[in-house]
C-alpha cells in the first residue's frame, strides 16, 4: 500500500518567543488545553482530575533521563562533545548502567573533525585520587558513532554519568543545561535510567497531585519507554511517510498488562511515548494470533499496526498477550518499536485520551495529534497561539479526549 502524507500540511507558525525556555516555578500551575470532541476550553494542569472522565487509568512512562552529554578533550585541547545515546555492549540498559571499568555506547560527537583518531579523556577527583575517563571511536556509523569508554574509578557507568554528564536538555531551548534541569527535566516518577530526552508531558505532575487524583479513584500504571534523540530529528522529506522512524525500547509489566484490560476503553495515556508504547502492544499481540514470538526479535515496524485487521480490538490484543505471558511463565514483555502514528486512518485500539504537549512544527509528534485529532489539530494549535500557551518540553499541556 502506498502511503503519502505532505509534511507541509502540519506547518504551523511557532515564534521563538512562544518555546519556553525554563520551567514554571510550580509543576503544576502550567495552563491546561482541554479539547473534548471539538470543544476547547482552558484550566490549570492542576485541574486535571475535574477534567478527566471519573476512573480513568492513567499510563506514565517512568523512564529516567540520564546525563548523556559528557564534555571530554584531546591531548591537544581540542573540546569534544560525546553524547551517549544508548548501550552497544553490553547492550542491556540495565547491565550497561551497572558495569565498571569498561563499555561501549552508541553516541553522536560533537566537534567530530577534530577527532579522526587517539582517545579523548576528562579527568575527576574521586575518593581522594585523581581518575581518568578516557574514550575511543571503535566505529562509524555516519550520525551515529560506537565509543568505547575505559575509567579507573571504582565507579559504575551509570554513577559515572551522574558524576560528569549533563542533562541533555533539547536543542531548541537554546541554552546550556543548569542546575534547575537536573530536577524539572525529570518527572517526579523516574525510576529506570535510559532517556535523553524526558517525556514531557509527565513533568507537569506532582506527587500532591497524582495522590489528590487516586484518591479520587482515579488508577495510575507505568511503562518503560527510553526516549531516544530520534525524538527530535526533523522530518526532512516533503512525503513524511517516507522519514525513516527511530527505534525505541520499552518493557511492560504482566500486573500493568491485567490493569489496562480491566480499564480497557478508559485509558488515558500521558505523553507521545506512552501512546507509541501501549499502541505498540496490539501488533505484538496479532503476531500471537498469527503464530508469532512477541519477545525480542523483530522491532514493531513502522507500519506494522496499520496492517492489524479493523475488527481486532485492544481488549483482544491485551487478552493474547496476558495469556502468552502466563504460558511462558513470564511477569514482563520486553521489545522495541518503531511505530509511526499518522492521519492516514490509524486505528488507536489502547489508549482513548492522550495528554500532552505543544510539539514542534512539521513533526512526527504533531502527526500522532494529527492521528486523533483530524484536522481539528490546526484549532487546538490556533487557540494555544492565541491564547498565550506557551510550547515545547517545559511549555504547557493539553488533554485530548473524543
Not at 234 to 241: F, G, H, I, N, S
Not at 325 to 340: E, F, N, P, V, Y
Request: net charge negative; with cysteine.
Amino acid at each position: 500500500m502506498e502511503r503519502h502524507i505532505d509534511i507541509e500540511d502540519y506547518d504551523y507558525p511557532l515564534p521563538a518567543e512562544r518555546i519556553a525556555k525554563f520551567p514554571l516555578p510550580q509543576r503544576s500551575d502550567s495552563k491546561l488545553l482541554v479539547w473534548h470532541d471539538g470543544c476547547i476550553a482552558e484550566r490549570r494542569f492542576g485541574d486535571l482530575g475535574d477534567v478527566l472522565p471519573a476512573g480513568q487509568l492513567l499510563v506514565f512512562n517512568n523512564t529516567k533521563v540520564i546525563r548523556a552529554r559528557i564534555v571530554m578533550h584531546k591531548p591537544s585541547g581540542a573540546r569534544i562533545e560525546v553524547f551517549c545515546l544508548e548501550p552497544h555492549a553490553p547492550a542491556d540498559y540495565e547491565r550497561a548502567f551497572a558495569v565498571r571499568g569498561a563499555c561501549e555506547w552508541s553516541c553522536i560527537v560533537g566537534n567530530l573533525r577534530k577527532w579522526k583518531e587517539g582517545c579523548v579523556e576528562i579527568r575527576f577527583p574521586h575518593a581522594g585520587r585523581e581518575e581518568c575517563l578516557r574514550a575511543w571511536r571503535t566505529s562509524d556509523a555516519g550520525r551515529e558513532q560506537t565509543v568505547r569508554f575505559e575509567w579507573t574509578a571504582d565507579l559504575a557507568f551509570g554513577e559515572l554519568l551522574e558524576l560528569l554528564g549533563r542533562i541533555p536538555i533539547p536543542p531548541y531551548l537554546d541554552r546550556e543545561s543548569e542546575e534547575i534541569d537536573n530536577t524539572r527535566y525529570q518527572t517526579v516518577y523516574s525510576r529506570y535510567e535510559g532517556s535523553v530526552a524526558a517525556p514531557t508531558a509527565g513533568l507537569h505532575f506532582t506527587p500532591e497531585l497524582i495522590e489528590s487524583m487516586r484518591a479520587r479513584g482515579f488508577g495510575f500504571e507505568e511503562v518503560t519507554l527510553h526516549v531516544g534523540a530520534g525524538t527530535f530529528l526533523p522530518v526532512k522529506e516533503r512525503d513524511a511517510a517516507r522519514h525513516p522512524m527511530h527505534t525505541e525500547h520499552f518493557e511492560v509489566r504482566r500486573d500493568t498488562l491485567a490493569a489496562l484490560r480491566a480499564k480497557w476503553g478508559a485509558i488515558t495515556a500521558v505523553g507521545t511515548t506512552s501512546v507509541r508504547t501501549l499502541e505498540s502492544l496490539a501488533a505484538l499481540a496479532w503476531r500471537i494470533r498469527t503464530g508469532g514470538d512477541p519477545r525480542g526479535g523483530e522491532t514493531v515496524g513502522q507500519w506494522e499496526p496499520y496492517d492489524l485487521p479493523a475488527d481486532y480490538t485492544g481488549a483482544e490484543a491485551l487478552d493474547d498477550l496476558l495469556g502468552w505471558l502466563d504460558a511462558h511463565g513470564l511477569d514482563r514483555l520486553k521489545a522495541s518499536t518503531q511505530i509511526m502514528i499518522t492521519p492516514l486512518d490509524y486505528r488507536f485500539r489502547i489508549v482513548r485520551n492522550i495528554v500532552t504537549n505543544f510539539h514542534q512544527p512539521k513533526s512526527t509528534l504533531l502527526l500522532l495529534v494529527s492521528a486523533y485529532a483530524g484536522e481539528r489539530w490546526r484549532d487546538i494549535y490556533d487557540y494555544a497561539l492565541a491564547h498565550d500557551f506557551r510550547f515545547l518540553s517545559y511549555g504547557d499541556s493539553s488533554v485530548l479526549m473524543r
